[in-house]
């Protein structure tokens, strides 16, 4: 008999996020090794009001790529607010406890929204017997805290205890870096054996290498969400700099910033920097990816953000081209230790222009390491490897 694993995830494609992104990941990867995945989600939401087709339904039920999706009711609201957020989160967290008495999995993985997944993945443990694995892709609280977002010591001291209990109550932990782990083990007290760092995997049939076409300017892309994780006022002024050269800056996603970035590039006058808003299918992603010369990871100079690593690097170096990794921390050393592009430091213009310039001006270097990150990719974050290693723990977790 097939074991059944559910993901609980509040975001989920369409919507573009990169907690979301490993969430479909792993359903993938467990689904192809044979695992009768379920994947609780919320109605799509995170950049766009609700579709109308699901505005007057409590839940959804739909297959996708081998495994059940049923998405559950939350406010049509954006993301344009921490107030909007928190009733979105709350939301989730009650509606994604509907089909509790339907589904019986024996495994259930913790996902989204970061930390307070934990609560629904409780009570669907109780009931079935399932153990949980949690998944970190964002350290929190401790990134509400260094953004200002918690100020209420009684919060504070809530939020350090739901987060001791999500670690301790959870069967594995799963990270995305050794700098994530070790805050994790010291912070509260956690032990190394069940904290396992584990990427995210990468969909090698749908982010693929296509040969860069001849043209007349060279292209840096950012494609992901506009949120507040990244820099984008480097982007700018770099594109200010730069507006005489032959090169071109290309924003694409959506996200709470968005104004701001148009705005910014109204009010600079900035012709070499282009904002592509258009959502395109997984399937065609590839060839949006592919007019890029080089992709931008711009990171911002906060602990608990450079302690985790993007889903957007990983997918960047499955497309075979190299990446400008604005980083000290976790994601900057990732991109260096696996030769895929040149780490810069946090908000340095001067080092982020070098960057670009010199890989202008060295094509075949710009092959090469685009070359070294697709093979690190294809030799360690397929959903096959990945799909292995996540059952390994699965049959382990299930052992009392």
Not at 213 to 234: A, H, P, Q, R
Not at 328 to 336: M, R, S, T
Request: proline fraction near 4%; include cysteine; charge should be positive.
């Amino acid at each position: 008999m097939k074991k059944k694993i559910l993901i609980i995830s509040q975001y989920f494609p369409p919507d573009i996020s990169g907690g979301g992104t490993r969430a479909f990941n792993y359903a993938k990867c467990l689904s192809q090794q044979n695992f009768e995945v379920t994947v609780i989600s919320a109605f799509p939401h995170l950049h766009a009001n609700i579709p109308k087709k699901f505005r007057f339904k409590l839940l959804h039920k739909e297959k996708m790529d081998g495994f059940e999706l049923i998405r559950v009711r939350v406010p049509s609201l954006l993301h344009t607010s921490a107030r909007n957020r928190i009733i979105l989160h709350l939301s989730f967290l009650i509606s994604s406890m509907i089909p509790i008495f339907s589904i019986k999995p024996d495994v259930i993985f913790a996902s989204e929204p970061n930390l307070f997944s934990i609560i629904p993945a409780f009570f669907y443990s109780k009931l079935s017997g399932g153990s949980v694995i949690r998944i970190v892709d964002d350290l929190w609280p401790e990134a509400l805290y260094e953004r200002g977002y918690v100020k209420s010591r009684l919060l504070k001291k809530f939020l350090d205890k739901l987060a001791k209990f999500s670690y301790t109550y959870a069967k594995f932990i799963l990270p995305l870096t050794e700098t994530g782990k070790q805050i994790i083990h010291n912070s509260y007290n956690i032990i190394n054996d069940k904290i396992i760092v584990l990427g995210h995997g990468v969909d090698t049939n749908i982010f693929t290498h296509t040969e860069q076409t001849k043209k007349s300017d060279f292209i840096l892309m950012y494609s992901g969400s506009f949120v507040e994780s990244y820099d984008f006022d480097l982007i700018i002024n770099a594109a200010k700099k730069l507006q005489d050269e032959n090169i071109k800056f290309v924003l694409r996603g959506k996200g709470t910033l968005l104004s701001y970035l148009q705005n910014e590039k109204k009010n600079k006058d900035l012709k070499n920097l282009l904002i592509d808003t258009e959502i395109v299918p997984l399937e065609y992603i590839a060839k949006k990816l592919a007019h890029a010369d080089v992709f931008i990871v711009p990171m911002k100079n906060e602990i608990a953000l450079n302690s985790t690593l993007p889903t957007k690097i990983l997918e960047y170096q499955a497309t075979g081209r190299p990446i400008i990794c604005c980083s000290d921390g976790a994601p900057g050393k990732y991109v260096e230790k696996t030769k895929s592009g040149i780490k810069t430091k946090y908000e340095n213009l001067d080092e982020f222009i070098d960057a670009i310039q010199k890989l202008k001006s060295e094509p075949q270097l710009c092959k090469e390491l685009g070359q070294n990150g697709k093979k690190y990719v294809d030799e360690n974050l397929t959903f096959e490897k990945i799909g292995k290693t996540l059952s390994r723990y699965i049959e382990e977790s299930m052992q009392k």
